[in-house]
């Protein structure tokens, strides 16, 4: 974008949050029946809810123009009587999902409200889960389903890197393309506008103020909420945290990796077993000198069907793109040392076996139509008008390790890619300050977490004069997520009283599980 259209966007952008700070945007609310969903069968859980989309002009500057709408799924409160009305009741928890992209509504969310982790918020008020704007049950969607399936498509025509580059840019922008005839403007999709979607959402379903819990981006969001409409807030969780004042998505991403790759190997030290039989840093070491020699040729047959074997190079970026992907659970933060040893101790041939092996298998999950985890072009719209990434050098790798640069640098150059694609506008300066606010605020963080590290919750906390940070040191990305029962506790007493003494006990005396061993 030239710099002259760029400050003139952010000169409207800056009339428009001026617009959306101020009273509740209206909102109709239509009922979609059945529910986007339902519990599994046998759930012996009674659940009261009811669904539908809060509908919000696309553009509220142009109240008149295109629509979004916005699906939610509410579970009423067990102790209310169909006869009150909503808003005599405790306030209703609003939940999102994080991504950007991401929605919590679906089959799996009900096992949250279980009598032991979150039910007994559900026994005193309503839980809304909301979708933001283009995510998930939105209408409209802003998926690409052709981007979902790059990776084999790619591999099918036999494409090398640049090649597949190529195909990507071609496939993103006939998605935009496609979206922009269909009457969507990406730059109406931002932060500030789902914040003010958020708003909209609680005003048309008839409260007057809520409890906010956000996980990853959706604690990100909650800051935004927290600048600009703190008066519908009686008090916020926010569930792995980013500070607003990160101004590239990717300027933090190797430090982040080596704060958590550091941790990990602390925890490894403190074990007797763990330190005498692995060495994480080591081990990261020697995998990533095997491709020295360059990219390792691999292979991988279909199990289902032996005629099908796909061929293929593995390269030093699939190796670091396996260790981030397992630093992000529990489990595979336990099984982490094992899978890097059983990947390095062979040599160049163990990682063409078995890291080809897990190469294979997703390439084949991508041969269908997949479904959605992520939008993909909401995903990049939010972060190139918040975070955005105009240059690789925006990385910090002031002392990072091999491993953090290798995958600090892929995802430098992706982001980077995607934020040419989607070309939208910077959200104002302003909105890159740490949000300073009085609501009663829950920041939950997990030590081993490689996406937002606990010292970037330590920095949102910094300006929340009633913030309370929890951390987990054997927790990973997103406690709730994690179904972190000690989390569910703590937070189950936050909401039922924002200015209580919290039960952090449990959080003191958790004990991590255990790294597998090779015997095991």
């Known amino acids: 974008m030239a710099q002259g259209a760029a400050v003139a966007a952010q000169v409207i952008l800056a009339l428009a949050l001026t617009s959306l700070s101020g009273a509740a945007t209206a909102a109709r609310v239509e009922p979609v029946v059945p529910c986007f969903a339902t519990p599994a069968p046998g759930t012996a859980i009674d659940f009261r809810m009811d669904c539908g989309y809060v509908v919000v002009p696309q553009d509220p500057l142009a109240p008149d123009g295109s629509e979004v709408k916005l699906g939610f799924l509410r579970l009423s409160a067990r102790s209310a009587k169909d006869a009150t009305p909503p808003q005599t009741r405790a306030a209703p928890l609003f939940m999102l999902a994080g991504g950007p992209g991401g929605s919590l509504i679906q089959a799996e969310v009900f096992a949250l409200f279980r009598p032991e982790f979150l039910g007994p918020i559900l026994d ?5 889960i909301l979708d933001q704007r283009g995510a998930g049950h939105v209408v409209p969607f802003l998926g690409c389903e052709a981007f979902d399936r790059l990776g084999w498509t790619a591999y099918s025509l036999g494409l090398e890197q640049e090649q597949s580059i190529a195909l990507e840019h071609a496939v993103l922008d006939r998605c935009i393309v496609d979206l922009r005839r269909q009457g969507v403007d990406l730059a109406t999709y931002n932060s500030v506008a789902i914040a003010a979607d958020l708003n909209a959402a609680r005003a048309g379903l008839g409260y007057e103020r809520i409890v906010y819990y956000g996980a990853s981006y959706g604690a990100q969001l909650g800051q935004h909420l927290m600048r600009d409409f703190p008066g519908m807030l009686e008090s916020v969780v926010l569930d792995g945290a980013n500070p607003l004042s990160r101004k590239s998505w990717i300027e933090d991403k190797a430090l982040d990796v080596d704060y958590s790759i550091q941790h990990l190997a602390a925890l490894c030290e403190a074990d007797t077993k763990c330190r005498a039989t692995y060495d994480i840093p080591l081990l990261i070491e020697r995998g990533l000198k095997l491709f020295d020699a360059g990219p390792i040729p691999a292979s991988y047959t279909d199990p289902k069907d032996p005629g099908t074997t796909l061929k293929f190079d593995i390269r030093q970026s699939d190796f670091a793109t396996l260790i981030y992907e397992m630093q992000g659970t529990k489990i595979g933060v336990m099984a982490l040392p094992l899978t890097l040893k059983t990947l390095v101790d062979g040599g ?33 719209a939010v972060v190139c008008s918040d975070d955005p990434v105009r240059s690789a050098d925006e990385l910090v790798l002031d002392r990072a390790s091999r491993y953090a640069t290798v995958l600090g640098t892929g995802a430098a150059a992706q982001y980077l890619r995607y934020c040419r694609s989607v070309d939208v506008p910077s959200l104002p300066d302003s909105t890159d300050v740490n949000v300073a606010s009085a609501v009663p605020t ?3 963080s997990g030590g081993l977490d490689a996406q937002t590290p606990t010292f970037r919750s330590e920095l949102v906390a910094r300006s929340l004069p009633n913030a309370r940070l929890v ?19 703590i937070m189950v007493e936050f909401v039922g009283d924002p200015k209580g003494a919290l039960p952090l006990e449990c959080a003191r005396t958790l004990r991590f599980p255990g790294f597998v061993l090779p015997e095991e």
């Not at 005193?124 to 809304?128: E, I, K, L, P, T």
């Not at 951390?471 to 506790?489: K, M, W």
């Open 442 to 444: 829950l920041i939950l």
């Open 471 to 489: 951390v987990f040191p054997d927790g990973t990305h997103v406690q709730l997520g994690a179904i972190n029962l000690c989390a569910g506790r």
């Open 348 to 380: 160049r041939a163990s990682m063409a076996n078995e890291l080809g092996k897990m190469i294979g298998q997703q390439l084949l999950a991508l041969r269908g139509a997949p479904l959605w985890s992520t939008a993909a072009i909401m995903h990049m």
């Open 124 to 128: 005193q008020r309503d839980v809304v």
